[in-house]
């Protein structure tokens, strides 16, 4: 981390500030609604203890409903040029290795005193997304708010109750309507998802592989499945995003855009495709690509995430862009989205702290938090930072991984191609799912491409996993 400009410990002031933190922020009669009456439920990971949002349905006339996310108000605590929001501001995201979470707020906020936690009250600025029958967008809304977390959810547990694989979480049963209100967010989230589909958005999935440990011995690497409760919070958290910068503009304010700019390796794309038997056109069309893998994956599922990996490496990655009002804005290929920026997840990304100082500052009618050169330094930042941040993921991960196949040099494996360039060709195994470097027999492969590997060597403490192709 410190060689990656990442600060991994708090700075002495921030703990000091941190020391006179005694509560959670509260609510003042003329500043905020009262919605702690509301069926809010959390939706996270099993180990989740950083709750960045709420949800809750509302049906309406003509089977239109109205969605609420609620996003915690971290600004209420976390005030600009403060110690603490200096530390956030120099890491810009919380980074999740395999060993240690270095968490971007201490965890006195964000896993208590900013976390929506349950059966406890927090101040939030709460996205009104109003949603007609088919799906699309009839109204939004912003507004400070209290709200109230009364059933803290799980995405496999609740997933598999939604598919019909598992019984309902019992959380849900201790909360009057919360059980229907739950399907409603559902039936409306897929409704979301097919128009944004149907309008080019990417349905990706790709296998994400989490270390398991038993105590502090590694064990095995877990592949974790995306699933319908994930889609549900995904979806909700997409409108959100749109609503929140199109508001922005609404206000004449600037906003920090996440954009994935059209993709400049297309062609390799268009080859993937012709490969398969189908045909993209030779200009950049997110709704083309979007039909090739919905055709590809209901022609091979088993293969698909490894067509998506290979896709999502040659999109390039997502960046941090400053809108100012009247002008055009880049979007986001992968989501077919014109509008979009990061604010609902404030507890772990420091881009959604500068949305949430914009919105608020929006609402209240005052003057920019920000000058627009302030803005533009900060979205330069926030790019590299998380660049930083996820190499510094990728190379614990690859420690975690070699540290399983240190014991395995020789064997021989299935692989596909993950990445090409003049820095190096990578790939990654099927099982177990593990990346590595393809030190020989590299010339003339591409991303997609697969191949027999042999795995030549092993690096715990540099994180390398080497490979050759195997004949």
């Given at each position: 981390?410190?060689?990656?400009?990442?600060?991994?410990?708090?700075p002495s002031q921030a703990l000091a500030e941190l020391q006179q933190i005694h509560g959670p922020a509260t609510r003042t009669a003329e500043s905020a609604?009262?919605?702690?009456?509301?069926?809010?439920?959390?939706?996270?990971?099993?180990?989740?203890?950083?709750?960045?949002?709420?949800?809750?349905?509302?049906?309406?006339?003509?089977?239109?409903?109205?969605?609420?996310?609620?996003?915690?108000?971290?600004?209420?605590?976390?005030?600009?040029?403060?110690?603490?929001?200096?530390?956030?501001?120099?890491?810009?995201?919380?980074?999740?290795?395999?060993?240690?979470?270095?968490?971007?707020?201490?965890?006195?906020?964000?896993?208590?005193?900013?976390?929506?936690?349950?059966?406890?009250?927090?101040?939030?600025?709460?996205?009104?997304?109003?949603?007609?029958?088919?799906?699309?967008?009839?109204?939004?809304?912003?507004?400070?708010?209290?709200?109230?977390?009364?059933?803290?959810?799980?995405?496999?547990?609740?997933?598999?109750?939604?598919?019909?694989?598992?019984?309902?979480?019992?959380?849900?049963?201790?909360?009057?309507?919360?059980?229907?209100?739950?399907?409603?967010?559902?039936?409306?989230?897929?409704?979301?998802?097919?128009?944004?589909?149907?309008?080019?958005?990417?349905?990706?999935?790709?296998?994400?592989?989490?270390?398991?440990?038993?105590?502090?011995?590694?064990?095995?690497?877990?592949?974790?499945?995306?699933?319908?409760?994930?889609?549900?919070?995904?979806?909700?958290?997409?409108?959100?995003?749109?609503?929140?910068?199109?508001?922005?503009?609404?206000?004449?304010?600037?906003?920090?855009?996440?954009?994935?700019?059209?993709?400049?390796?297309?062609?390799?794309?268009?080859?993937?495709?012709?490969?398969?038997?189908?045909?993209?056109?030779?200009?950049?069309?997110?709704?083309?690509?979007?039909?090739?893998?919905?055709?590809?994956?209901?022609?091979?599922?088993?293969?698909?995430?490894?067509?998506?990996?290979?896709?999502?490496?040659?999109?390039?990655?997502?960046?941090?862009?400053?809108?100012?009002?009247?002008?055009?804005?880049?979007?986001?290929?992968?989501?077919?989205?014109?509008?979009?920026?990061?604010?609902?997840?404030?507890?772990?990304?420091?881009?959604?702290?500068?949305?949430?100082?914009?919105?608020?500052?929006?609402?209240?009618?005052?003057?920019?938090?920000?000058?627009?050169?302030?803005?533009?330094?900060?979205?330069?930042?926030?790019?590299?930072?998380?660049?930083?941040?996820?190499?510094?993921?990728?190379?614990?991960?690859?420690?975690?991984?070699?540290?399983?196949?240190?014991?395995?040099?020789?064997?021989?494996?299935?692989?596909?191609?993950?990445?090409?360039?003049?820095?190096?060709?990578?790939?990654?195994?099927?099982?177990?799912?593990?990346?590595?470097?393809?030190?020989?027999?590299?010339?003339?492969?591409?991303?997609?491409?697969?191949?027999?590997?042999?795995?030549?060597?092993?690096?715990?403490?540099?994180?390398?996993?080497?490979?050759?192709?195997?004949?």
């Amino acid at each position: 981390m410190l060689q990656r400009g990442l600060v991994p410990d708090f700075p002495s002031q921030a703990l000091a500030e941190l020391q006179q933190i005694h509560g959670p922020a509260t609510r003042t009669a003329e500043s905020a609604r009262d919605l702690r009456n509301l069926a809010w439920c959390s939706i996270d990971n099993d180990n989740s203890r950083d709750l960045d949002q709420l949800t809750v349905a509302e049906a309406l006339p003509a089977g239109a409903v109205k969605i609420l996310v609620a996003v915690a108000d971290v600004d209420a605590i976390v005030k600009r040029q403060s110690a603490l929001d200096g530390h956030a501001q120099q890491n810009t995201t919380s980074v999740y290795t395999a060993a240690v979470i270095f968490p971007m707020l201490p965890e006195k906020l964000s896993t208590d005193l900013t976390s929506l936690n349950f059966d406890s009250d927090r101040l939030a600025v709460v996205i009104e997304i109003r949603v007609a029958a088919d799906g699309s967008l009839q109204g939004s809304d912003l507004y400070a708010a209290a709200v109230r977390n009364k059933a803290k959810l799980a995405y496999n547990s609740v997933a598999a109750w939604l598919e019909g694989n598992g019984p309902m979480p019992p959380e849900i049963a201790t909360v009057p309507g919360l059980e229907e209100n739950l399907r409603l967010q559902d039936r409306v989230a897929q409704k979301l998802k097919t128009l944004r589909h149907e309008r080019g958005a990417l349905d990706l999935e790709t296998i994400q592989a989490r270390p398991v440990f038993v105590g502090d011995e590694l064990k095995d690497l877990e592949i974790d499945q995306q699933n319908r409760a994930k889609d549900l919070i995904a979806d909700f958290m997409i409108a959100a995003n749109g609503v929140t910068a199109r508001y922005l503009a609404s206000k004449n304010f600037p906003s920090l855009r996440r954009v994935v700019r059209t993709p400049k390796r297309w062609d390799r794309i268009v080859e993937l495709a012709a490969e398969r038997g189908s045909k993209l056109p030779q200009e950049p069309d997110s709704k083309a690509l979007a039909e090739f893998l919905a055709a590809a994956r209901a022609a091979d599922s088993v293969s698909f995430p490894d067509l998506s990996l290979s896709v999502i490496k040659l999109l390039g990655p997502g960046e941090y862009v400053v809108q100012v009002p009247g002008n055009s804005s880049s979007g986001h290929f992968g989501l077919a989205v014109k509008d979009y920026t990061h604010s609902t997840a404030p507890n772990r990304r420091y881009p959604d702290i500068i949305t949430q100082r914009l919105l608020k500052a929006a609402l209240a009618g005052s003057s920019m938090p920000y000058l627009i050169d302030e803005l533009e330094a900060l979205a330069n930042h926030c790019t590299e930072q998380e660049d930083a941040a996820k190499k510094v993921e990728r190379q614990v991960a690859k420690s975690a991984a070699a540290m399983l196949l240190e014991s395995r040099i020789g064997e021989k494996f299935d692989a596909i191609v993950t990445g090409a360039s003049e820095k190096g060709t990578w790939v990654r195994i099927f099982q177990p799912p593990i990346e590595g470097k393809l030190a020989a027999g590299s010339e003339g492969v591409d991303v997609g491409q697969r191949l027999r590997v042999q795995l030549i060597h092993t690096d715990v403490e540099r994180g390398f996993i080497d490979f050759k192709r195997a004949r």
